[in-house]
T-cell receptor, first 113, second 112 residues
Framework: DQQVKQNSPSLSVQEGRISILNCDYT??????FLWYKKYPAEGPTFLIS?????DKNEDGRFTVFLNKSAKHLSLHIVPSQPGDSAVYFC????????????FGQGTTLQVKP | DTGVSQDPRHKITKRGQNVTFRCDPI?????LYWYRQTLGQGPEFLTY????????KSRLLSDRFSAERPKGSFSTLEIQRTEQGDSAMYLC??????????FGQGTRLTVV
C-alpha cells in the first residue's frame, strides 16, 4: 500500500529554467513534509521541509508548496543548475513523534547545461 | 567531520554468512534510525532508537535482523544467515528531534 507516490520517475530541465517535482500522499495524518536529495553512492541529504500548518516554505532557490486538501506536495527549484542533477525524494512523517520517515520512490532530475 | 558515519561502505558476502554494520550518529543526536534502500525505491524504515531504547521496528525487520545501540551512542545492525534478497543499501540516520533526519553515506551490501 503506497502511502506516498512520486509519479514521475525522471525529469529533464534546461539550466536556468524552473524544475517542479511532485509528490502525492494518501494519509491525512501526515503533519511534517520533507524533501531530500541523493547523489549516487551517497546517503540522502536534507533539503527543505514544511509543517502542515503552512502552505509554502522558501530557502534560496528551493520552495516547497503544500496543498493539504489535494494531499499534494511540490518542490520548485529556480533557477535550476547542473549541480542540482540528482534523485529527489519526498518524505513524510505522521504524528507518532518518532520521526520515522516514509519516502516516495524518487524522481531523477537532470539539469542540462 | 561531524556527520553520520557508517562502516563499512561496501560489503560483499556469501549467502548464509552473518554481517554486521556500524553507525556512528551525530554526537548530540538521541534519535537513531536504520533504513534500507533497494534500486529504484526510496529508503524504507527498519528500526528506531531513542537513546539506547529500541522503540519501533518495521515488519521488514525479520528475525534474522537485529539492531542494538548499547550506550545510546553508536549502533550496530546485524543480519544473520544472509539471503540474496538482503542485497541493498543500508542507511543510518540520526536526529535531535522528530523533524529532519541526517543520513550517513550508507553501507552497500551484496550477497552472492
Amino acid at each position: 500500500d503506497q502511502q506516498v507516490k512520486q509519479n514521475s520517475p525522471s525529469l529533464s530541465v534546461q539550466e536556468g529554467r524552473i524544475s517542479i517535482l511532485n509528490c502525492d500522499y494518501t494519509n491525512s495524518m501526515f503533519d511534517y513534509f520533507l524533501w531530500y536529495k541523493k547523489y549516487p553512492a551517497e546517503g540522502p541529504t536534507f533539503l527543505i521541509s514544511i509543517s502542515s500548518i503552512k502552505d509554502k516554505n522558501e530557502d534560496g532557490r528551493f520552495t516547497v508548496f503544500l496543498n493539504k486538501s489535494a494531499k499534494h506536495l511540490s518542490l520548485h527549484i529556480v533557477p535550476s543548475q547542473p549541480g542540482d542533477s540528482a534523485v529527489y525524494f519526498c518524505a513524510f512523517h505522521g504524528s507518532s513523534n518518532t520521526g520515522k520517515l516514509i519516502f516516495g520512490q524518487g524522481t531523477t532530475l537532470q539539469v542540462k547545461p | 567531520d561531524t556527520g553520520v558515519s557508517q562502516d563499512p561502505r561496501h560489503k560483499i558476502t556469501k549467502r548464509g554468512q552473518n554481517v554486521t554494520f556500524r553507525c556512528d550518529p551525530i554526537s548530540e543526536h538521541n534519535r537513531l534510525y536504520w533504513y534500507r534502500q533497494t534500486l529504484g525505491q526510496g529508503p524504507e524504515f527498519l528500526t528506531y532508537f531513542q537513546n539506547e531504547a529500541q522503540l519501533e521496528k518495521s515488519r521488514l525487520l525479520s528475525d534474522r535482523f537485529s539492531a542494538e545501540r548499547p550506550k545510546g551512542s553508536f549502533s550496530t545492525l546485524e543480519i544473520q544467515r544472509t539471503e540474496q534478497g538482503d542485497s541493498a543499501m543500508y542507511l543510518c540516520a540520526s536526529s535531535p528531534r522528530d523533524t529532519e533526519a541526517f543520513f550517513g553515506q550508507g553501507t552497500r551490501l551484496t550477497v552472492v
